[in-house]
Each structure stands twice: as structure tokens, then as C-alpha cells.
């Protein structure tokens, strides 16, 4: 299969319409069928069903998919990293860090000290980002190495070690009557009518149905919280980056959240080996 093949299926795969697809591809509409029909005449599988109200994706058009995201990745990673290093002066080559915005607390300098203290460390580029966006910044090679927590990040394909795990905290504004509580349950926090819970962009940027406020990053989010518009169960280590104007309450049974350090399983660099090995000690 060609790469050009791949990007026409994804399109019409994640927009399920053809003309929409055509569209954000930039190319007129019969010749994008014309190709999807070639394609499957060549694997020899029906990958979309099409009638006059809609088109789903089969079983097999669901795998290629998945596969052919995956394929388009690693085209884009290889040639990030290509010109990356073209460009650099040589033996000077630094290596990027993604990390989500607000998320990583006080682990991120400690491990960019630690590192920098190390014989013979790079310079590191720290790119913060969106929530759920790592995982593609290191498939596309936009980053070489990432902090990751799940269970809310994809790891699939990634290598990782695991870094801490850390129980969770509702964070609430300021003179909410659950703030004189000295823990609560999710059962407490999931539907609270005057703090709906916020709304986070899907991977194609959309946002899902609700009465919570749409929030793009962690920032914006404690923003939020102190205005008395929304509410968020995070991180215990969030503790750090609150103000007099938040309060945080334990979560019993929220689910633990683990942060994890993540690369690439074809990375070959010394440096990332380094940054790594780093982390774990720390």
C-alpha cells in the first residue's frame, strides 16, 4: 500500500463521509472513491459499508485503521527525526520531553536537574501539551521521550517504566460546603449540581454533550474551579499548585493514578537511555 492510499482511507475512516473526507483532504470526491474501491479490490476486503444515509466502517476497515494510523506515525516519525538530525549540530543533539501542561507537579525539575547533572547529558526541550496528547507527539516524532499517567493516557506501543502511583483528590472552590469534609467518596463529587464536571476534547478535538464548561488545559482548568463553574478529581500532587482559592479532599475510591516515563520502542538514543535511567532512580 502506498501512504497516499492510507491518508485517503483514515480521512474517510474517522470522518465517515465521503464528501466531508474529500474535503479535508483537498481533493474532489469521485477520485477519493475511486481509490478506496481500488483499495479494497486489492486487499480483497470489504472495508466500508455504504449506503444512501451512511457509511460504517467493518471489522476489517476497523483494523486498518487502527494499523494504517499507526503506519502514517511512523512515515511522519521518521522523517521528524531524519531532519532533527540533519539539522543539529553534530554531537550537540538535545532530545524533547512532552509532557501534559500542569500535570508532572514537582517530579518534572527534579528529573531535568538530575539529568542535567549527569556526565555527558543533552540539552532537553520540554513541549507541554494538551491532555491526551503525548502518546501521539512520540508516534509522530515530535517528541523523543514522555510522562504519561494512566489510567487516562494510551500506552500501547509504548515502552515505559513505571515512576510513582498516587491516590486522587476532588479539588473544589473555596468555601464549598464538601470542603469541610476530611474525604469523600465519587459517588459525592460525580453530580453535583452546581459543579458539573468538565468537558476535554476528544482526539479529533470535538467535545462530548454536557452542562460542564469545555476545558483545553490544566491552567485553564484551576481557573475554572476557583469561579465556581466546575470541579475536577485529580492527582494528589496537584496539592502544590493550589492556591488559597482551592481546596483539595481526598477521593477514597478514585481510581490510583500512575505516572509513567514512555519512548518509543525503536528509539536507539543514549540519551533517552540516560533520561531515563534517571527517572526510575528518582
Known amino acids: 500500500?502506498?501512504?497516499?492510499?492510507?491518508?485517503?482511507?483514515?480521512?474517510?475512516?474517522?470522518?465517515?463521509?465521503?464528501?466531508?473526507?474529500?474535503?479535508?483532504?483537498?481533493?474532489?470526491?469521485?477520485?477519493?472513491?475511486?481509490?478506496?474501491?481500488?483499495?479494497?479490490?486489492?486487499?480483497?476486503?470489504?472495508?466500508?459499508?455504504?449506503?444512501?444515509?451512511?457509511?460504517?466502517?467493518?471489522?476489517?476497515?476497523?483494523?486498518?485503521?487502527?494499523?494504517?494510523?499507526?503506519?502514517?506515525?511512523?512515515?511522519?516519525?521518521?522523517?521528524?527525526?531524519?531532519r532533527r538530525a540533519a539539522d543539529a549540530t553534530p554531537g550537540a543533539a538535545g532530545i524533547v520531553l512532552v509532557t501534559k501542561a500542569g500535570a508532572a507537579g514537582e517530579l518534572l525539575p527534579k528529573l531535568l536537574d538530575a539529568y542535567a547533572a549527569e556526565p555527558g547529558a543533552v540539552a532537553v526541550d520540554v513541549l507541554l501539551c494538551r491532555p491526551g496528547e503525548q502518546e501521539r507527539f512520540l508516534r509522530t516524532g515530535q517528541a523523543d521521550v514522555g510522562l504519561l499517567h494512566l489510567?487516562?493516557?494510551?500506552?500501547?506501543?509504548?515502552?515505559?517504566?513505571?515512576?510513582?502511583?498516587?491516590?486522587?483528590?476532588?479539588?473544589?472552590?473555596?468555601?464549598?460546603?464538601?470542603?469541610?469534609?476530611?474525604?469523600?467518596?465519587?459517588?459525592?463529587?460525580?453530580?453535583?449540581?452546581?459543579?458539573?464536571?468538565?468537558?476535554?476534547?476528544?482526539?479529533?478535538?470535538s467535545y462530548p454533550d454536557g452542562p460542564g464548561p469545555q476545558v483545553r488545559d490544566h491552567t485553564q482548568l484551576l481557573q475554572l474551579i476557583a469561579l465556581g463553574r466546575t470541579m475536577a478529581v485529580l492527582p494528589e500532587t496537584v496539592r502544590g499548585q493550589l492556591h488559597d482559592d482551592l481546596v483539595a479532599v481526598p477521593v477514597l475510591d478514585a481510581p490510583e493514578v500512575t505516572t509513567l516515563i514512555a519512548w518509543p520502542p525503536q528509539t536507539r538514543s543514549r540519551a533517552v537511555a540516560a533520561l531515563v535511567t534517571t527517572a526510575t532512580r528518582l
Open 1 to 82: 500500500m502506498e501512504t497516499r492510499e492510507l491518508r485517503y482511507f483514515v480521512a474517510v475512516a474517522e470522518e465517515l463521509h465521503f464528501g466531508r473526507a474529500a474535503e479535508r483532504l483537498g481533493i474532489a470526491q469521485p477520485p477519493l472513491s475511486r481509490a478506496i474501491r481500488q483499495l479494497e479490490h486489492r486487499l480483497g476486503a470489504t472495508l466500508l459499508e455504504r449506503s444512501s444515509r451512511a457509511v460504517t466502517l467493518t471489522e476489517a476497515g476497523a483494523t486498518l485503521l487502527r494499523e494504517g494510523r499507526a503506519a502514517l506515525d511512523a512515515v511522519e516519525s521518521a522523517e521528524r527525526r531524519t
Open 151 to 205: 489510567p487516562y493516557d494510551q500506552i500501547t506501543g509504548l515502552d515505559t517504566e513505571q515512576l510513582r502511583t498516587e491516590g486522587q483528590v476532588a479539588v473544589l472552590p473555596a468555601g464549598h460546603p464538601l470542603t469541610a469534609r476530611t474525604s469523600l467518596r465519587m459517588a459525592d463529587v460525580t453530580a453535583l449540581p452546581d459543579l458539573p464536571l468538565p468537558r476535554w476534547p476528544a482526539r479529533d478535538g
